[in-house]
C-alpha cells in the first residue's frame, strides 16, 4: 500500500503490529473488506496536509484518501464530496477533501499536496479530463490507486478505474423524452430544437451528446426536427464550465437572431441542470412564442426540481449520487485490500440500484479503463414524488422547502 520509508527499524516493527491488528470491518458499502490501519491520533496527525512534507508517507499506520472535486459552484458535487468523505471515513479511513474552484493548476497542486499528505487511494473528478497526466504518473510512480469518479481521466495510463453513471444513455433518455413529448413519431409538421451541450473539456459531456444525437438523427435527418440556427456540433453547442450564465447568453444570441415573433421553438435539448437554468432564463426573457419550449435537464438539482414544479423545465436525469459514491467507496476499500475487483464486486455488494461492469466503452486514450456504470432515471413532474421523496434522496423541511437529503 504505502511507501514505506526505510529510517528505523521502529516503523517497520510499528507497519507489522498495525497490519496484524488489521480488522476486517463488515460494512454497507458492499460485502468486501479493507484491511484497516488504526487512524492517527491527534498528536501523529500533521497539522495541515500542505504542512506535511513528502516525508509524511511513512506508512504510519493510516489510510488515506484523497478526495479532488472539481467547484462547489455546481451543486452535485458538494453532495458527492460529503457522501465520499463520510463513506470513507465511516470505513475508517482518514480523508482529503478539496476542491479546486474549476481551475487546473489549483487542482493540480490539491492533487500534489494528498500525494504529500500520504494518501493510498486517489478519487478524483476532473475539472480538465486531460490536463492532470503528470501528478497522476507522480502518483501512480509513489504506488497510489487512482480512481477516476463522474468524469474519466484522458491520456494517462496511471488510472486504474473508472465510476460513473452511464454517459451515454443520460442524453438517450433527454431525447427519447424530447421525442415523446413534441410526439415526433406520429406529427407530420417539422419542430424545431435547439441544443445545448457541456463543456468539452469534460469528457463525460461528448458521451451526452452523442447519447441526445444519436438517438434525434432519425428525426434531424427526414426533417422532422429542425434546428433553425444550424448549430448542431458538439463544439459549437458547447458550454465552457457548465456555466449557467454563457448557456443562457448563447440561447438569448439563438432566439433573438432565429426566432423572432411567430417562429416557433419547441425544445431545447439542455445537458443538464445548470445549463437548462440558463435555457429556461432564455426563454422567460427572449422568447416569443406562446408555447411551452420542452427543455431537458441532469442532475435533479434542487433549483431545477422547482423549476419542472413550475412547468419551466420539463425533465431532468437523476443520478443518485449517493449511489455512485457507495460505488466509489466499495470499490476503493477493495484496491486498498490489494484485490483486482471486477465484476464480482457487484455480485457480491448485493446493491439494490443497477450498476454493470464495463471492459470495452471508457479508453482514455492511453488504455481502456475498467468502470463500474450506474443507470440514470428520467424525472418529470409525474414521477418527482416518488422517484425523489417517497426514495429518500429528496426531503421538505418544515418550512416546505426542498433539500437534498445528506
Ligand atoms: C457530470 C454532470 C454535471 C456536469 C457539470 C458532468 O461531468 O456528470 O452530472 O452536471 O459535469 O458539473
Redesign the pocket.
Known amino acids: 500500500m504505502k511507501k514505506i520509508n526505510f529510517i528505523t527499524i521502529t516503523i517497520i516493527i510499528n507497519l507489522l503490529l498495525s497490519s496484524c491488528a488489521s480488522t476486517p470491518m463488515a460494512n454497507e458499502i458492499g460485502t468486501n473488506t479493507v484491511a484497516q490501519k488504526p487512524s492517527a491520533t491527534a498528536e501523529e496527525a500533521p497539522q495541515s496536509y500542505e504542512q506535511s512534507s513528502a516525508n509524511a508517507r511513512i506508512d504510519d499506520g493510516r489510510t488515506v484518501v484523497g478526495i479532488s472535486m472539481?467547484d462547489k459552484l455546481?451543486e452535485?458535487?458538494n453532495h458527492d464530496g460529503i457522501f465520499l468523505k463520510e463513506h470513507f471515513e465511516k470505513e475508517g479511513c482518514e480523508v482529503i477533501l478539496k476542491y479546486a474552484d474549476n481551475l487546473i493548476d489549483t487542482q493540480i497542486s490539491d492533487i500534489r499536496s494528498m500525494i504529500d499528505g500520504g494518501a493510498d487511494l486517489l478519487v478524483i473528478t476532473a475539472v480538465d479530463g486531460a490536463a492532470l497526466s503528470s501528478v497522476l504518473d507522480k502518483a501512480k510512480s509513489q504506488g497510489i490507486k487512482i480512481i477516476a469518479y463522474?468524469?474519466l481521466l484522458m491520456n494517462s495510463p496511471s488510472v486504474d478505474y473508472y465510476v460513473s453513471?452511464d454517459?451515454y444513455k443520460v442524453g438517450v433518455l433527454q431525447a427519447e423524452y424530447v421525442i415523446s413529448a413534441l410526439r415526433l413519431e406520429k406529427s407530420s409538421q417539422t419542430k424545431t430544437i435547439e441544443f445545448v451541450t457541456?463543456?468539452p473539456v469534460?469528457n463525460?459531456a461528448r458521451y451526452f451528446y452523442q447519447g441526445a444525437v444519436d438517438t434525434l438523427m432519425p428525426y434531424l435527418e427526414s426533417g422532422k426536427l429542425s434546428v433553425l440556427s444550424n448549430q448542431q456540433g458538439f463544439y459549437e453547442t458547447s458550454t465552457a464550465q457548465?456555466s449557467t450564465d454563457i448557456a443562457q447568453q448563447r440561447l438569448q444570441i439563438i432566439l433573438n437572431s432565429y426566432y423572432p415573433e411567430n417562429v416557433r421553438l419547441d425544445a431545447v435539448l439542455c445537458a443538464?441542470?445548470?445549463t437548462a437554468l440558463g435555457a429556461t432564463r432564455a426563454l422567460e426573457s427572449d422568447y416569443n412564442g406562446q408555447n411551452s419550449v420542452v427543455v431537458t435537464g441532469?442532475?435533479a438539482d434542487v433549483a431545477n426540481i422547482y423549476s419542472i414544479i413550475e412547468g419551466k423545465q420539463s425533465m431532468t436525469v437523476f443520478?443518485a449520487l449517493r449511489d455512485e459514491s457507495v460505488v466509489a467507496v466499495a470499490l476503493g476499500l477493495s484496491i486498498l485490500s490489494d484485490e483486482t475487483p471486477d465484476a464480482e464486486l457487484i455480485t457480491r455488494s448485493g446493491w439494490k440500484f443497477e450498476c454493470s461492469y464495463n471492459t470495452t466503452d471508457y479508453d482514455n486514450g492511453s488504455k481502456i479503463i475498467p468502470s463500474y456504470l450506474l443507470s440514470p432515471i428520467t424525472i418529470t413532474k409525474d414521477n418527482l414524488e416518488k422517484e425523489l421523496f417517497d426514495t429518500g434522496y429528496y426531503a421538505r423541511n418544515g418550512s416546505g422547502l426542498i433539500y437534498a437529503v445528506e
Open positions: 472539481p455546481l452535485r458535487w463522474d468524469r453513471y454517459n457541456g463543456d469534460d463525460n457548465w443538464n441542470d445548470s441532469q442532475d443520478k
